[in-house]
T-cell receptor, first 111, second 114 residues
Framework: QKEVEQDPGPLSVPEGAIVSLNCTYSNSAFQYFMWYRQYSRKGPELLMYTYSSGNKEDGRFTAQVDKSSKYISLFIRDSQPSDSATYLCATVDQAGTALIFGKGTTLSVSS | DAGITQSPRHKVTETGTPVTLRCHQTENHRYMYWYRQDPGHGLRLIHYSYGVKDTDKGEVSDGYSVSRSKTEDFLLTLESATSSQTSVYFC?????????????FGSGTQLSVL
């Protein structure tokens, strides 16, 4: 079992929709969780960073961690065509040295 | 953008030839990483460095070696390239390590092994 599982999609939504992206992880010792966004032919860039359980909000984006079910979510409100990208969830390995990524979910928002 | 430059941006090579990819940073960050990205697998760690001459293996290190003789440069070498190493390679940097802060990624190197 891969340590971080993510449905690759693709996911297509109309502009203005609420988008929910999800990941599960296997190791209960993981504490730091991130969402990276990657545009076509570019490197990933950090979107959201959370520690332990709970919600974190930044504009139209909300990251949620449920440690009891080992579930990570990213919600995008009022989605825009500019949100079209691949979204990767990630956590930090137990040694604290590197990131472990999910496979990424490709999102397309149509105007 | 973080000062990360990967070279070359694209490379086509033949099976069995050696290939070296370069990552250069101007941020003076301690940690540097090499990831590969493949459809159906996402980003997977190849090797990383936590200082000059200090390196360690990642999840998919077989067939790859690295060197870091200066803070700013991290080289990834494929000793004898195989078709399974066709991929997009990303370099990333971090000042304090992945558990303290975000990683900054370069723009990637598209490598095709024929």
């Amino acid at each position: 079992q891969k340590e971080v599982e993510q449905d690759p999609g693709p996911l297509s939504v109309p502009e203005g929709a609420i988008v929910s992206l999800n990941c599960t992880y296997s190791n209960s010792a993981f504490q730091y969780f991130m969402w990276y966004r990657q545009y076509s032919r570019k490197g990933p860039e950090l979107l959201m960073y959370t520690y332990s359980s709970g919600n974190k909000e930044d504009g139209r984006f909300t990251a949620q961690v449920d440690k009891s079910s080992k579930y990570i979510s990213l919600f995008i409100r009022d989605s825009q065509p500019s949100d079209s990208a691949t979204y990767l969830c990630a956590t930090v390995d137990q040694a604290g040295t590197a990131l472990i990524f999910g496979k990424g979910t490709t999102l397309s928002v149509s105007s | 953008d973080a000062g990360i430059t990967q070279s070359p941006r694209h490379k086509v090579t033949e099976t069995g030839t050696p290939v070296t990819l370069r990552c250069h940073q101007t941020e003076n960050h301690r940690y540097m990483y090499w990831y590969r990205q493949d459809p159906g697998h996402g980003l997977r760690l190849i090797h990383y460095s936590y200082g000059v001459k200090d390196t360690d293996k990642g999840e998919v290190s077989d067939g790859y070696s690295v060197s870091r003789s200066k803070t700013e440069d991290f080289l990834l070498t494929l000793e004898s390239a195989t078709s399974s190493q066709t991929s997009v390679y990303f370099c990333a940097i971090s000042e304090k390590g992945a558990d303290h802060e975000k990683l900054f990624f370069g723009s990637g190197t598209q490598l095709s092994v024929l």
